[in-house]
Every structure is written in C-alpha cells, then in structure tokens.
C-alpha cells in the first residue's frame, strides 16, 4: 500500500489501531479502528433524498441505467490534506524494535545511549499501550542524528582494511561499511534501497549477491583499491563467487566482485544486526557518512606568500632567485642531494 500510493509516512499526534482480517479469497485486508476518532468527529448532516423523487427526476431521456464498481473504492478516495493527520495508525513493535536493534549495536559509541533510548524501549515492555509521542519522537531522532554523525560514524583508516556487511529481506538491501576499531566493527557508512519489482522475483541466493554486488558500487569512492572482507549471513555466497560455471547476470556480477578482490567471511543470521535493520527500514537510498568540516580555500598568491614567511623555505627561495649560498646547517630537513653545487 506504501508502494502504490495508498497510504504514506506521516508523524501524527493521532493514532489508531490497525489489524489485519481475512477475505474469502485467502488474502487479507488491512482494517484501522477509527471507533475513537468517529466519537469526537462531527459528521455532515443532510437530509436523505426520496427514492420516488429520484426516479421521477430521471426524465424520460434517460434510457440506459448502469452501476460502477471500482476495485478497494475506499483506497480511491483521496483525503483531503487537513483530515490526514487523524487518520493516522500506528508502527508496529517490530519496526521500534529492529530500529532499536540498529542503534543498540552501536550503543557503546553513542554517549548516553540508556537515556536516549530510553522513551522507546518502554514500548517493548509487557502490558504497555503502543503510545506515540513528543518524547518518543524526539528520543528517535536524537538516535538517527547520533547515528549519522560522529564519534559513531568515522572517517576511513585506509591503513586497515575494510568490511562490508549486507543483508536482503522480502523488500530491500542493506549494507554498513565498517573498519575495526578497538577490537569493535565501527561503522563509516550505511546505505540500503528498496527492491524493484524484477529484483523480487529473484531466487534467495541472487538477491543475497544483487546486495554485495549493489554495495560494492555504493562505496566504491571509498574502498576501491583497499583489502575489504564481506560478511553475509548467506552461506552459498561463499563459494557462488568462486564458481566456474556461471553464465548470464551471476557471470556479469562475478566480474564486478573479482575487481574489488574480497574476502567472505559468514556470520551468523543474529549477528547481522545492522545490515539486517536496514534492508526492512528502506529510508535511506544512499549512504550516509560524516560531514567533513570544511576549509578556507588557498590561493596561490597566498601559498605564494606562505612560503616567502617560511623561516625555511625563505632561504630556499633565496638561493633560486640570486644564487647566493645556502647554509645548509640551517636547513637540516633538506638533503644535499637537491642542491646543485
């Protein structure tokens, strides 16, 4: 219903139970209980028109008499921008837990992650009413601002190598770039998108490569070149891109993974909690890193400049322009091999 356009993301002081019931076809139909908000609404009062007026206003010229049915009528009608905010229904436990997952792994990094959190864990607890908000909604955007920004986030160490964690679900990618710090994976980006509708009928095992192969790319600005290690929670992979005997797009992908030269290393499915979180939560589509802080631009006249100050570079100068001796004692950084006699 995301998808088609039916129903969209909101943040809403409203909210409504939703659940799921069957149809007589197998499928099931979501239903939102607005008896609460039906209670406080004020509805249009009008008076019901006469079944013998309306046929006798239909006038002679009037020959051909038909009904229109339109599939899921209710979902056509579009609601008005004002009357949105209260028909809004609530996220699931499942989405506050698997983002509380996401920003638990890396709790350690974020400074006062308890309290932070605090205002959402108490959703998960036992007998406690699904209540959105001010609090939890301030408690889970300080969670994704810490999470997008540093000390959690880090600038590449392209001393150490790199590793690329990705995990699939039923509707999108997810991928974390990370480098070992202090014994602890820490992350220097995220990324995840959803999938098309072509890339839902792959098999299992092809999504699974689709996300190595689609994180690759992602990063490569960043990892290009550098020793990287993938962990996956999908065992095959681990001899897929050894394989000799692939044709057609896993031939293709084959070629685009052999150009970074990985290692795989398989984890377990419960250990592939950030990756896992971000293939069911497709916010992001693409990756977020550090703001790097910027600079006042040089120009050349100013490095120009500089170098004239220079106690150092003065002398260098000096010597090129007159051809005066350069006391070398004095500038003990530079070889005698660059001075010509």
Same mark, same amino acid.
């Given at each position: ?18 659940? %799921? ?33 309306? =046929? ?70 036992? #007998? ?18 810490? %999470?997008?920004?540093?000390?959690? =986030? ?40 959803? %999938? ?130 350069? #006391? ?5 950084? =530079? ?7």
């Amino acid at each position: 219903m995301l998808e088609q356009g039916i129903i969209e993301n909101s943040i809403s002081n409203f909210n409504s139970p939703m659940f %799921l019931v069957p149809k007589s076809s197998g499928e099931w139909r979501p239903v939102v209980d607005f008896r609460a908000l039906n209670k406080i609404t004020v509805p249009p009062r009008y008076p019901m028109p006469v079944l013998e007026e309306i =046929l006798q206003n239909l006038g002679e010229q009037n020959t051909v008499f038909s009904t229109l049915d339109l599939c899921s009528g209710f979902h056509q009608v579009e609601l008005h921008q004002e009357s949105r905010p209260y028909t809004a229904f609530s996220t699931t436990f499942d989405q506050v837990r698997s983002f509380l997952a996401l920003s638990g792994y890396y709790r350690r990094f974020i400074k006062d992650y308890a309290s932070i959190a605090s205002p959402l864990t108490s959703l998960l607890k036992k #007998d406690v009413p699904f209540q959105w908000s001010e609090t939890r909604q301030k408690s889970f955007c300080d969670l994704k601002h810490a %999470l997008t920004s540093a000390p959690v =986030l880090a600038y590449p160490d392209y001393s150490k190598p790199f590793i690329l964690n990705t995990d699939v679900s039923y509707s999108g990618l997810g991928a974390v770039l990370m480098q070992e710090h202090q014994g602890k994976n820490r992350p220097i980006a995220y990324a995840s998108r959803t %999938l098309n509708k072509a890339e839902k009928n792959y098999a299992v095992t092809e999504i699974e490569a689709l996300a190595v192969v689609w994180a690759l790319k992602k990063f490569k600005y960043i990892i290009y070149g550098y020793p990287i290690e993938i962990l996956t929670d999908h065992k095959p992979l681990l001899h897929l891109f050894k394989g000799k005997d692939l044709f057609g797009r896993m031939a293709r992908w084959l070629l685009t993974v052999l150009d970074y030269m990985p290692t795989f290393t398989y984890i377990k499915g419960k250990a592939n909690v950030a990756a896992d979180a971000l293939s069911r939560n497709c916010a992001l589509t693409c990756a977020v890193s550090t703001e790097t802080p910027t600079f006042d631009t040089l120009t050349h006249t100013d490095n120009f400049k500089a170098q004239r100050d220079d106690p150092m570079w003065s002398k260098v100068i000096s010597y090129l322009e007159t051809g005066n001796d350069l #006391d070398l004692p004095h500038v003990p950084s =530079l070889s005698p091999r660059f001075i010509q006699p």
